[in-house]
């Protein structure tokens, strides 16, 4: 995941979703999450119209509640801080999968 920008606060949170960005919600022991960092840095790449973020669940859980994030990994999109879709369950999610949803936002 090392193509992704971490967030660690609300006031990066606020001033990061200006244009086009996405945001994957992880953690570090969730093994569905570990299963997207082999190809994540592709999918951003095959992506340059966005900016890619990441936010731990862990570490802003009540972001991640205000927000209905309660399964990982998942992906929040937003243009000029507006919501504009969203890939959140609580199951693994394959690179064709997340590539499917950016597709849908486009």
């Known amino acids: 995941m090392d193509k992704l920008v971490e ?13 086009k960005t996405i945001i994957m919600f992880t953690a570090d022991w969730c093994p569905d999450c570990m299963f ?3 190809f994540i840095g592709d999918i951003v790449d095959a ?23 309660l399964g ?14 969203r890939f959140v369950s609580k199951l693994r999610k394959t690179k064709e999968e997340i590539q499917a949803f950016i597709d849908t936002l486009k």
């Open 7 to 19: 967030i660690k606060t609300i006031e990066e949170f606020d001033n990061i979703r200006v244009g």
């Open 36 to 38: 997207v960092k082999p």
């Open 47 to 69: 992506n340059p119209e966005y900016k890619f973020y990441m936010i731990n669940r862990d570490n802003m859980i009540d972001l991640c509640k205000d927000l209905d994030i």
């Open 72 to 85: 990982i990994p998942s992906f929040v999109a937003y243009n000029d801080k507006e919501e504009s879709g």
